[in-house]
């Protein structure tokens, strides 16, 4: 029997329990669930600093994947992406590419994405985040490393470093991106911007 419109979403906002008739005895229970447990009360009592990349990852993983270990498929997206920020960044056709990440994973994990996307902006807003190249590398590898089309993106800066606006100015094909540089001009003068940082990216084949 097909799924239910309703049956999809309380699927994607929660960990629904089996059927009572359906639950293993307490001597069969996977070793996962326990390992679910302690990894939250983890989080709970110490925070996202005392779990490593592949746990936060797990955490994430727990809704979309109810009853399969989730390590494996964490890790898999740590060692095929390269760390935490480039997996949220992947394309959702990439994650789905990753052993034991299905729809349903691939598109929890771009959710948490946007979220973490439109928090960072509104954070962004009057601190002074592009202190160094290190910085500014971390943001732009975790904002467009796995863009699938060329892009010019334009970081919009003011006396004080402080990021203004992030915007892409052109989007191009798999090779090619057009440049107008009247109109990083006039752009830059209708923000008051005091510097500019010119990003562009290579998209992976």
Known sequence: MADTGDEDERGFFSERPLPSSARPAPADKPHYLGHRQRLRDRFREQGAAALADYELLELLLFRAIPRADTKAPAKALLKRFGSFSEV????????????????????????????????????????????????????????MAFEPREQFRILFLDKKNQLIADEVQQEGTVDHTPVYPREIVRRALELSASALILVHNHPTH
């Open 88 to 143: 949220l960044g992947a394309p959702d056709h990439l994650l789905r590419e990753v052993p034991g990440v299905g729809e349903a994973a691939a598109l929890d994990l771009k959710v948490v994405a946007a979220a973490a996307s439109r928090m960072l902006r509104t954070e962004l807003a009057g601190r002074q985040v592009l202190g160094s190249w290190s910085q500014v590398i971390d943001y732009c590898r975790a904002a």
